[in-house]
């Protein structure tokens, strides 16, 4: 075996890098070929790195050895095989076999006509290794440009499994980037959760456009985590579908804060009841969408008795205490129907609709007696943090709520003057 690697010197062949010969019997290059350079080079490993391979086609024996070495070299050499004109089914052989073109024929002009076939080939091939080295290098940009932004980027296929992605989101659902390509969500989620979000974008892809979905998602590192995703549908050139951009928003500290200025906007400070406003706006709801003409609603005025005995003696401290425990009590009954808020001091609305209306006088003689029994101290004027109660019905087609409360108001205001500690229903 002789392997030689030539520079190339001729004008019309010049930037084609090496030209290599290599002959199975060791076999000398062609005169027309040797003279291509005043010496010939022995360089056994040059295969890999020329761009003109002459290989000598004496025999059949060299189309299994024109098949290695073009699994060797790829489509960056230029494969002539040299041989005598042979049969055209022998020649179809060579080209089926990995060579690029023949030289049949010696003389100067016909290995001049293979050089120029090899070098407009070359050529073509440079510059399509350029223009893939530049749309790699511009998609390496636009990667480490993802990279570094902080929110979760993908890309799926029609069928779901990732395309591309960013650092953070290969983070978010806790794998290498490497593993999340080629992959579906199921493969990070469990399947009902995976299914859900493939049915999104299953829509996405039908309606087109862009959506937004809020869901909330438990993450193998993050754990639960509350998130909006933007989806939107992504076309092939021909109008066909390409498949879904995704974007994923961690909105958990947002929806977080969101609840607690829900909670202050809603609820008492000291007792976490809900409060004035937040009671008229549960009533006015309740009593705007009833309908049936039975619909009773019911609602209670509530006094703490002596408290201010309570703040006198034993300091305002305690009055917050017993104030958050009278609370916590009631709302022990929220799932018997009662809704309590604070009115303000140690004053406090109740309201019950539907069935629990019919039923509210036996619900808050539980609730007093529950008081009486936990939350009641004793101060220089006798028992106190025991709650007095005025409780009145009505017919939101009849009455507002307001003219209700009055009439509560007015019950309780008995049941205080006639000892305190106990529940007056309104006339």
Not at 94 to 100: I, T
Not at 350 to 356: D, L, P, Q, R, T
Not at 367 to 377: E, L, P
Request: glycine share 8%; with cysteine.
């Amino acid at each position: 075996m002789q392997l030689a690697s030539i520079p190339v010197t001729d004008k019309d062949t010049a930037q084609l890098a090496t030209i290599a010969w290599y002959s199975a019997g060791n076999m000398p290059p062609p005169s027309a070929i040797a003279s291509l350079a005043p010496a010939i080079v022995r360089t056994p490993d040059a295969l890999q790195a020329v761009s003109i391979c002459f290989l000598e086609a004496a025999s059949r024996n060299a189309i299994d050895v024109l098949r290695l070495m073009r699994a060797s070299c790829g489509d960056s050499t230029y494969m002539i095989a040299v041989a005598d004109a042979g049969g055209v089914e022998f020649q179809a052989d060579l080209f089926e076999a990995g060579a690029d073109d023949l030289l049949l024929e010696e003389g100067t002009h016909h290995l001049l006509r293979c050089l120029l076939r090899a070098k407009r080939h070359l050529t073509v091939v440079q510059s399509y290794k350029q223009q893939r080295e530049d749309l790699q290098d511009r998609l390496d940009t636009w990667q480490d440009g993802l990279d570094h932004l902080p929110t979760p980027i993908y890309l799926k296929d029609v069928g779901g499994r990732y395309l591309g992605c960013n650092t953070a989101f290969s983070q978010f659902v806790g794998a290498e980037h490497d593993r999340v390509i080629g992959q579906t969500l199921s493969a990070f989620l469990p399947e009902d959760v995976a299914e859900a979000h493939r049915q999104s974008d299953l829509e996405v892809m039908r309606k087109g456009g862009v959506i937004r979905v809020e869901t909330d998602v438990c993450m193998p590192e993050t754990g639960m985590r509350h998130i909006m995703l933007h989806k939107a549908c992504v076309a092939s050139r021909d109008g066909g579908l390409r498949g879904v951009a995704g974007l994923v928003l961690d909105i958990t500290e947002r929806k977080e804060l969101e609840a607690r200025l829900t909670a202050a906007a809603e609820r008492d400070p000291l007792t976490n009841a809900y409060n004035r406003r937040k009671f008229f706006q549960v009533a006015a709801s309740a009593t705007e969408r009833a309908n049936e003409p039975d619909a009773r609603f019911a609602v209670a005025v509530i006094d703490v008795d002596q408290f201010k005995s309570i703040n006198d003696e034993l300091g305002h401290g305690e009055g917050d205490v017993t104030l958050c425990s009278i609370v916590d009590t009631l709302r022990t009954h929220e799932e018997e129907g009662v809704f309590v808020a604070r009115a303000g001091g140690e004053e406090f609305f109740a309201f019950f609709s539907g069935e629990n209306a019919r039923h509210a006088a036996e619900i808050f003689e539980r609730m007093r007696s529950d008081i009486a029994r936990y939350c009641q101290v004793v101060t220089g004027v006798g028992a106190a943090g025991t709650i007095s109660i005025g409780l009145a019905d009505f017919d939101p087609r009849e009455e507002n709520i307001d003219h209700a409360l009055r009439r509560a108001d007015l019950a309780l205001y008995r049941a205080k003057r006639d000892g305190r500690n106990r529940l007056y229903e309104a006339d």
